[in-house]
């Protein structure tokens, strides 16, 4: 176990030189996060186990020991489409840890991962009504839908939202959107997620792919340590102390290092590599006004994947064509200028319960890609990110019922079109391609009362 001076040590270290070795860094006495399978069949999961029962029984929801502490400090304090979504998380998960560590009286206890990449179904044991790692209101239990390889793309050389070709972003979208739309149930609620056991072994896995992406080198680079992007701390409520924004810059800071810590290279076999079939659908056409370029007005997502025809006018593809060439040479600031904006989203009673959710990509071509699908993706769609819009309305004064209404919901496109550059670009088209889990809902999940898009 790591003394309190071994830890300051390798912490100090750490600052100074974060890119050495973990090995010249005395990294063989930090606690070691396994995976699933290893840490189940090994002398913690007992003591894992026990301590869960111990906090979901505890129904104090003002104390740590309690689960219902945690939810609540995730649905008040976490950063989701926000900068410091992964810093946030790790020190959320860095001190549930250790409360998990007291409830078992085990010194030696760690948060185990979820890879699945490798085992894309949920855990056995987490499907087993007689465990405390049991929640009954889960919609599916395969996610190999959202495990895309986009966060592994040698492309993303920087870390920070607002950067063009970052990581946080790419990494939150998919796979860890993906994760939580098709598991569904408590999992499809940014305010109350973290009651599924599961969630913390997600994020947990979202957490090691994050180290695995600084380990992975090759060009890729995080903010410098004295960077003023690490200013400040983040905040875990009133009962558990803080933590410097700094002090999550790396695992070893925080005392722990994952038994795996490499990017994924490959999709579960279950994962089809054919091609959906995109139904056209046909809404009324909104005219430009103000920023936007065109739209249309009233369109449901079902069971099929849906293409939608953007109408421009002459100045409408002019600005497009503008807004390419100036991306594709590097003289446009990214994500900002081309917006997709969906607006009165909301949804059905069958939707609501998830077990999918749709890949946003712009000017898909009908046959045959020139380039990967990731080029064309612009973002996901699916109840959690519904929640998630919702939720941010909530906290900025919409009260608890904004976590019921429609919600408009903008997603920066002006990166991907710069990619698509020099394609045609004479007419802009959205597909929305159904990512679907064992027990989706069929017929309509998702309404969108209008979309268009605009430009600065």
Not at 212 to 220: N, P
Request: net charge positive; proline share 8%; aromatic share 10%.
């Amino acid at each position: 176990m790591i003394t309190r001076r071994q830890f300051l040590q390798a912490s100090a270290s750490l600052a100074l030189v974060p890119m050495l070795p973990r090995e010249l860094m005395g990294a063989t006495s930090l606690r070691t996060r396994p995976s699933w399978p290893q840490f189940r069949d090994g002398p913690l999961y007992q003591a894992f186990l026990g301590a869960v029962a111990k906090m979901r029984a505890n129904t104090n929801s003002t104390k740590p020991g309690s689960w219902a502490y945690w939810t609540n400090v995730h649905a008040n304090f976490c950063p989701h489409g926000k900068p410091y979504f992964l810093a946030w998380h790790r020190g959320f998960l860095a001190r549930f840890e250790a409360q998990l560590r007291k409830a078992s009286g085990n010194s030696a206890l760690v948060l185990p991962y979820w890879n699945y990449y490798e085992h894309p179904l949920v855990p056995a044991e987490f499907r087993d009504s007689s465990s405390p790692l049991y929640v009954r209101n889960r919609t599916g239990t395969d996610v190999s839908g959202a495990c895309t390889l986009g966060a592994s793309d040698p492309a993303l050389i920087h870390f920070q939202r607002g950067k063009t070709d970052a990581f946080e972003p790419a990494v939150e979208s998919a796979p860890h959107n993906g994760v939580h739309n098709l598991i569904g149930g408590t999992m499809n609620n940014i305010a109350v997620s973290p009651r599924d056991p599961i969630f913390w072994l997600h994020h947990a896995n979202i957490d090691r792919l994050w180290d695995a992406w600084v380990q992975a080198g090759d060009g890729r680079r995080m903010p410098a340590t004295t960077a003023s992007y690490w200013s400040g701390s983040f905040s875990y409520g009133n009962a558990v102390s803080g933590m410097k924004r700094a002090d999550t810059y790396a695992p070893d800071i925080l005392g722990y290092r994952y038994d795996d810590s490499t990017l994924p290279t490959s999709q579960p076999n279950r994962l089809a590599a054919q091609r959906p079939s995109i139904q056209e659908a046909f809404a009324a056409p909104l005219p430009p006004q103000g920023a936007s370029l065109g739209g249309l007005g009233g369109l449901a997502l079902g069971s099929q994947s849906t293409r939608v025809l953007i109408p421009l006018n002459v100045d409408g593809r002019n600005r497009v064509r503008s807004l390419a060439t100036a991306q594709g040479q590097g003289t446009t600031p990214a994500g900002d200028a081309l917006r997709i904006v969906l607006d009165g989203v909301s949804l059905t009673g069958a939707g609501s319960g998830g077990g999918y959710f749709y890949k946003i990509l712009l000017n898909l071509p009908t046959t045959g890609l020139a380039q990967p699908e990731q080029t064309y993706l612009v973002g996901t769609l699916g109840p959690f990110e519904i929640s998630v819009a919702r939720h941010a309305r909530m906290m900025a004064g919409g009260g608890m019922a904004a976590m019921q209404a429609p919600v408009r919901i903008v997603i920066p496109a002006q990166e991907v079109l710069g990619r698509i550059w020099p394609e045609p670009l004479d007419a802009l088209t959205l597909s929305f391609v159904r990512v679907a889990a064992d027990g989706a809902p069929q017929g309509d999940a998702v309404v969108i009362d209008r979309l268009w898009m605009e430009a600065d």
